[in-house]
């Protein structure tokens, strides 16, 4: 690629990335929420347990938590709390219909099952979960709700219910707890329905405890040396025992389309895992490259890479036309004027 081609690809990513949009301001959404409040102390370094119920216990033991419900609707509000069942299926974590149980449900109470925050309030609830003497091991999954009851629309009708929700992970079983283990098997280049590229990683659940994937994706080693990201992966990509998804990740409309080195990042807790693969976006939207096999990472990288993106970018163009100048033919004793 020439340096006056490379030039132009950087103006054009810097005229998509470089320039921030103007900020809308907007009222905060009037809602009633709820959070974990506390988190075992074997688990303070654990992310997961500070947003979820996370643990691992024995049969015939009692665990308690505490959840905050805060209100921001502007008006007194009368909150339900009760535990309802969960799964995770499709790469996602699901909730039960209403009130949907499961043996996990079973074992739980919240306390009080009713709270009534004033406006601009919070307050606190305390969830037991009871494990029977009788239980069999395995991991079960539920939901603690907050609920505000069904408001009939004007003039009649159904009424929606709202509600949200703090997720449980409860892992029983004598002795120490399951490990917490995934692989990221393959990496595949691709462009969705409008031509944006995206990155899917198929990754499988080696582990004994459920996990929620977070992380991002670097490119390096692309057309001339360019190097891109970090591009953040998609939220909500929960896997099961023994379950394989993938993980989306979606690019800047303006990168080339390689070959790149694409280097994924993703992790569960305090668990951490690195894949690495060339790949290569095809030309059409909605295609697909074909999944390519990670390889070991190498730790390698470009000597000098060009960052994509933002004051990075206007950085290189800067610094690459100095460097033109700095080639041209003396037209003077002189220096040039800067």
Not at 139 to 157: F, S
Not at 266 to 282: N, Q
Not at 284 to 313: I, K, M, R, W, Y
Request: net charge neutral.
């Amino acid at each position: 690629m020439s340096v006056r081609r490379l030039l132009l690809v950087l103006a054009a990513c810097l005229a998509v990335v470089g320039t921030p949009l103007a900020a809308t301001a907007q009222a905060p959404p009037q809602t009633v929420g709820i959070r974990i409040v506390d988190a075992p102390t074997n688990r303070s370094n654990d992310p997961r347990a500070r947003q979820y119920i996370v643990d691992h216990v024995s049969a015939g033991t009692t665990i308690t938590r505490r959840v905050e419900v805060s209100n921001d609707t502007g008006r007194t509000q009368t909150v339900q709390l009760y535990a309802a069942a969960g799964s995770i299926k499709d790469g996602t974590f699901q909730f039960g219909e209403g009130r949907a149980a499961n043996d996990l449900t079973s074992w739980t109470t919240v306390d009080p099952p009713t709270v009534s925050p004033a406006a601009g309030a919070k307050t606190l609830a305390t969830v037991k979960i009871a494990v029977p003497a009788s239980a069999g091991p395995g991991e079960r999954y539920g939901v603690v709700w907050a609920e505000l009851p069904a408001a009939a629309p004007p003039g009649g009708g159904v009424g929606a219910v709202n509600r949200v929700g703090v997720r449980i992970y409860l892992s029983v079983g004598q002795g120490t707890e399951p490990t917490t283990d995934f692989s990221v098997t393959t990496l595949e280049a691709k462009r969705d329905g409008d031509g944006n590229p995206t990155v899917s990683a198929a990754v499988q659940n080696t582990g004994g405890r459920a996990v929620d994937l977070s992380g991002e994706l670097r490119l390096t080693n692309g057309p001339g040396g360019l190097s891109a990201g970090p591009f953040d992966a998609k939220l909500g990509t929960t896997l099961g025992l023994g379950q394989t998804e993938p993980v989306l990740v979606t690019l800047d409309r303006a990168l080339p389309a390689g070959p790149w080195d694409a280097r994924i990042v993703l992790r569960s807790g305090t668990t951490e895992k690195e894949a690495t693969a060339k790949i290569t976006f095809p030309d059409a939207p909605a295609a697909a490259a074909g999944p390519v096999e990670v390889e070991p990472d190498s730790g390698g990288s470009s000597a000098l890479p060009l960052v994509l993106g933002g004051v990075g970018a206007l950085a290189v163009v800067v610094a690459a036309a100095v460097v033109l100048r700095g080639r041209r033919p003396s037209r003077s004793s002189g220096a040039e004027p800067s």
